[in-house]
C-alpha cells in the first residue's frame, strides 16, 4: 500500500505536510486570533467573546455557545468568489463548531455565546482544516478554557496511493480511482471531533488514513503549541 | 469594545482644542502607513495596507464579460466591501448594511472618477468583450479610518495587478499563467481623504475612538490638488468657513499621504 515509488507532484513525500507557519495575536481588535498556513493555505481566525447572545431566544440557559463563521474572501481562488455566504460555507462553519466544541468548557458560559470566525485569505486545497487548526488556536489565545487541542489535517487517496495533506492539484487527481478528500479532525488524545470523506476507499485504506492523520496531528500540534507559546508576553 | 463613552469624548475634544491628540498625533496628522502588495497569489493584484492598528487587504480579480450598453467599448469595475465580523466586535454577519455599501461606492466612485483606470483599453471586442476589474476590500482590523486604508488599498492593489491570459478562441481566462502586463493606469495617482468634525476641529484619520465621535465628514478623492469626487456623511451640517477650511487642509494632507505611500507603489 505504502509505495515508496509514488511521486507526488511537487515531490513531497507521502506523509509529508507542506511547511506549516503559524502565528497567534494578529488582530488586534480580536479575544484571541491566530494565523495558520499549510504551504499555500492561509486561515486567519478571531474570536469574540465569551459575550451575552442576542438575540435573547437563542440564549442556552445550561451552557455557552460556540459560534463559527467559516468565509472564503472572494481572491483567495482563482475565479473570484461572490460576497456572502453559500450552501457550502454554512456547511463548513456547522462541521468547524462541531470539531471544535467537544474541547471547548462551555458551561461557564450560560446564555453567552464565543464567537469564532474564520476567513481563508488564500486557498490551496485543506482550507477547512487549515481553518480549524487557526480557529482552536484563536480560542486558546482568547483564554477560553479548553480541555485539549484540535489539530486537522486532510489525508487524500490520489489512484489507490494515501497521501497527507491535499493540495489543489492532488485534489483534482484524475488518474486511475482519482481522488478521495478526507479532512479528519483529532485532539491530542486522538478523540476524532470531524471526519468527512468524499470519494472511494476501502474500510482497511480509510483505518490507514486515519493513522497517517493520527502522525500529521503530531507536527500541527507542535506548530500550534509553539505559536502559542511564543505569544508576546508570555514568558518561555 | 464599547462605544466611546462620553467622559472620555469630552477629553477627546479638549485635547483637539489643544492641538493634541491621545497618541501624540498633530489633527492633521496620519498614523504610519504600511503597504504590501502582491500578497495573494490567486488574485490579479492584490495589497495589504495598515494604517496604525488598522488593517485592509483589496484584491484584484477579473474577468471577461459583456459591456454595459452605455459604454460599448469600456471595461467594467465592480467595488466590493465587507466589513468582516472578523475585524471588530461591532460588525456582524448577515446581509450587508449601510456603511458597508457605502464603503465600496465611495471607493468605487473614488476610482471611477479619477479616470485612474483607462476603461477603454480594456475592450477586447467593442459591444461584445470586455475585462470586467472587481476591487474587493476586506477590513483585517477596524482601529478607524477604514475609508482611507481602504483607498489606499485599491491603488495599491491595482498597480501590482498584471492581466492573466485569455484565450480568445476558447473565451477562455487562464488564469494560472501570469502576464507581465499591467493594467491601463494613468500617471497621477488619485487619493481619498476623509477629514472628520469634532467639536469645532477638523481632524484626520481619527483612530476607532476619535471616529465615534465624528459629527461630520467629508471624503474627497484628489489628485495633485485636483478633485474628481467628494462625499459628505453623517447628520451634522458644515459651515461654509468649515468647508473652506477642510478644501485646504486636503490639499495639503494629499501632499503627506502621498509622500508617505509614493515609496510602496513603485
Redesign the interface.
Given at each position: 500500500m505504502t509505495n515508496k515509488e509514488f511521486k507526488r507532484p511537487d515531490g513531497r513525500k507521502i506523509d509529508e505536510i507542506r511547511p506549516m507557519s503559524a502565528k497567534v495575536g494578529v488582530?488586534?481588535?480580536?479575544d484571541g486570533?491566530a494565523i495558520f498556513k499549510f504551504g499555500?493555505t492561509i486561515a486567519?481566525?478571531?474570536v469574540?467573546g465569551p459575550?451575552k447572545m442576542h438575540p435573547q431566544h437563542s440564549q442556552n440557559p445550561e451552557k455557552g455557545t460556540l459560534r463559527c463563521?467559516y468565509?472564503m474572501?472572494?481572491?483567495?481562488?482563482?475565479?473570484?468568489i461572490r460576497?456572502?455566504?453559500s450552501r457550502r460555507s454554512t456547511e463548513i462553519s456547522k462541521i468547524t463548531e462541531w470539531a471544535l466544541e467537544p474541547v471547548v468548557m462551555l458551561e461557564k458560559y450560560a446564555n453567552m455565546v464565543v464567537?469564532v470566525?474564520?476567513?481563508i485569505?488564500?486557498?490551496?486545497a485543506s482550507t477547512r482544516c487549515a481553518g480549524i487548526n487557526a480557529a482552536a488556536m484563536a480560542l486558546a489565545h482568547a483564554g477560553i478554557p479548553m480541555k485539549d487541542m484540535v489539530s486537522s489535517v486532510s489525508i487524500g487517496k490520489l489512484d489507490k496511493q494515501l497521501v497527507v495533506d491535499v493540495n489543489k492539484y492532488e485534489e483534482d487527481w484524475e488518474e486511475g480511482e482519482g481522488a478521495t478528500d478526507i479532512p479528519i479532525s483529532l485532539t491530542s488524545n486522538e478523540e476524532i471531533t470531524h471526519f468527512q470523506l468524499d470519494g472511494k476507499i476501502t474500510k482497511e485504506e480509510l483505518k490507514k488514513a486515519l493513522k497517517l492523520a493520527k502522525k500529521a496531528r503530531k507536527e500541527i500540534y507542535e506548530v500550534q503549541k509553539k505559536a502559542l507559546k511564543e505569544l508576546p508576553g508570555v514568558e518561555k | 469594545m464599547i462605544e466611546t463613552s462620553n467622559l472620555t469624548g469630552e477629553r477627546i475634544k479638549k485635547y483637539f482644542q489643544e492641538d493634541k491628540r491621545f497618541d501624540g498625533r498633530k489633527l492633521d496628522e496620519f498614523r504610519n502607513i504600511e503597504i504590501e502588495t502582491g500578497i495573494s497569489q490567486n488574485a490579479e493584484g492584490s495589497a495589504r495596507v495598515k494604517i496604525g492598528k488598522t488593517e485592509v487587504l483589496v484584491g484584484i480579480k477579473m474577468n471577461v464579460g459583456e459591456p454595459y450598453p452605455d459604454s460599448p467599448d469600456k471595461g467594467n469595475l465592480m467595488v466590493t466591501a465587507e466589513l468582516l465580523p472578523l475585524s471588530s466586535p461591532r460588525f456582524e454577519n448577515g446581509p450587508p448594511k449601510f456603511p458597508t455599501i457605502e464603503l465600496g461606492r465611495v471607493i468605487d466612485r473614488g476610482i471611477r472618477e479619477s479616470k485612474f483606470i483607462e476603461f477603454e483599453k480594456l475592450c477586447i471586442k467593442k459591444g461584445e468583450k470586455v475585462w470586467t476589474l472587481f476591487i474587493d476590500i476586506y477590513s483585517i482590523n477596524d482601529d478607524g479610518n477604514l475609508l482611507d486604508a481602504a483607498g489606499i488599498g485599491a491603488i495599491a492593489a491595482l498597480k501590482n495587478a498584471r492581466i492573466p491570459k485569455y484565450n480568445e478562441k476558447e473565451e477562455k481566462i487562464i488564469y494560472e499563467e501570469k502576464t507581465n502586463t499591467k493594467l491601463p493606469l494613468k500617471k497621477e495617482i488619485p487619493i481619498a481623504i476623509t477629514l472628520h468634525k469634532i467639536g469645532k476641529s477638523i481632524i484626520v484619520d481619527p483612530t476607532r475612538q476619535e471616529e465615534d465621535l465624528s459629527e461630520a465628514r467629508v471624503t474627497i478623492g484628489s489628485s495633485n490638488g485636483i478633485i474628481s469626487s467628494l462625499q459628505k456623511g453623517s447628520e451634522k451640517s458644515l459651515t461654509t468657513e468649515e468647508f473652506y477650511k477642510i478644501l485646504d487642509l486636503n490639499e495639503k494632507i494629499e501632499r503627506d499621504v502621498f509622500k508617505k505611500i509614493e515609496k510602496f507603489l513603485k
Open positions: 488582530v488586534p481588535n480580536a486570533s499555500e486567519i481566525a478571531a469574540y459575550r463563521n468565509n474572501i472572494s481572491f483567495s481562488v482563482t475565479d473570484r460576497p456572502g455566504p464567537d470566525h474564520i476567513n485569505l488564500q486557498a490551496n | -
